[in-house]
């Protein structure tokens, strides 16, 4: 097995982690409401998915 023959900088190791952040979610508009949702996921507001209703919302 591979063993590094130095040890790694600060400065070197902080670049590689530089990128590992989180990311916005991704939000599309739904085709029935119009309200914003997450992809490929039944629509909170209404329940309306692929072009049919999977549940019913609860009012609150």
Same mark, same amino acid.
């Given at each position: 097995?591979?063993?590094?023959?130095?040890? *790694?900088?600060?400065?070197?190791?902080?670049?590689?982690?530089?990128?590992?952040?989180?990311?916005? /979610?991704?939000?599309?508009?739904?085709?029935?409401?119009?309200?914003?949702? =997450? /992809? *490929?996921?039944?629509?909170?507001?209404?329940?309306?998915?692929?072009?049919?209703? =999977?549940?019913?919302?609860?009012?609150?």
């Amino acid at each position: 097995m591979a063993l590094p023959k130095r040890r *790694h900088s600060r400065s070197r190791r902080d670049k590689r982690r530089a990128n590992w952040k989180a990311g916005a /979610p991704t939000v599309s508009e739904c085709s029935n409401c119009g309200q914003p949702k =997450i /992809p *490929h996921r039944a629509c909170p507001s209404c329940g309306f998915y692929k072009g049919r209703t =999977i549940f019913l919302p609860r009012e609150s």
